[in-house]
């Protein structure tokens, strides 16, 4: 519009008046109204060229990313850029803007205490015997597997993520839980 503007007034300032009233914003600079003014009699039109920026991650690449993660959802992009030999930014940027994932993190949610060792013992044969009894027993219970024990009884949960479309920890999704 600015090109079109200066042929009509053939003043810079006049058009970047006639910007900063139509927008409501600042306008652009003598530079910037100029250049699109030698692009457009260079080329008969304003768009860009094709410039020599960063090139966009391609399909085959994002389809090796979201075939990654969906292996192993809480591999860190660092060790995917190492793994893929890409750079871990474009590994989060296709995670995060390409396959519209979010980085979730691991939550405590119940602790174990020593004394509860026998009880879940008890659980688990009383759960077997009952299982021994109706073989469809375990269709009527609900199993999470979004807990995370490790053997020193520590889960660091700092740098542990789960990539997913939907928050694991969401309690209100679909009526599941």
């Given at each position: ?11 810079v ?9 139509t927008?409501?914003?600042d ?24 410039g020599a ?6 399909q ?7 075939e990654?993660?969906t292996?192993c ?18 590994i ?19 602790a174990?205490h ?5 009880r879940r013992?008890q ?6 015997t ?5 073989e469809?027993?375990?269709r ?10 490790h053997?020193?009884?520590?889960v ?5 993520r789960?990539?997913?479309s ?7 999704r679909n009526g599941?839980?």
């Amino acid at each position: 519009m600015c090109v079109l503007w200066f042929f009509e007034t053939k003043s810079v300032i006049t058009t970047q008046r006639r910007f900063r009233t139509t927008y409501k914003k600042d306008p652009p600079s003598d530079n910037s109204i100029r250049r699109w003014l030698t692009r457009f009699q260079e080329t008969g039109r304003n768009l860009h060229r094709k410039g020599a920026g960063r090139p966009s991650t391609s399909q085959e690449n994002v389809d090796r990313i979201q075939e990654t993660f969906t292996r192993c959802p809480r591999k860190s992009t660092r060790q995917a850029a190492v793994q893929l030999h890409m750079q871990h930014t474009t590994i989060w940027n296709v995670l995060h803007n390409r396959l519209n994932l979010n980085a979730y993190k691991v939550q405590i949610v119940q602790a174990l205490h020593p004394n509860d060792k026998p009880r879940r013992f008890q659980f688990a044969e009383q759960i077997l015997t009952r299982i021994e009894d109706d073989e469809n027993y375990l269709r009527k219970w609900f199993f999470s597997d979004e807990s995370t024990f490790h053997v020193s009884e520590k889960v660091n949960k700092h740098n542990c993520r789960i990539w997913s479309s939907e928050n694991p920890h969401d309690l209100s999704r679909n009526g599941k839980r």
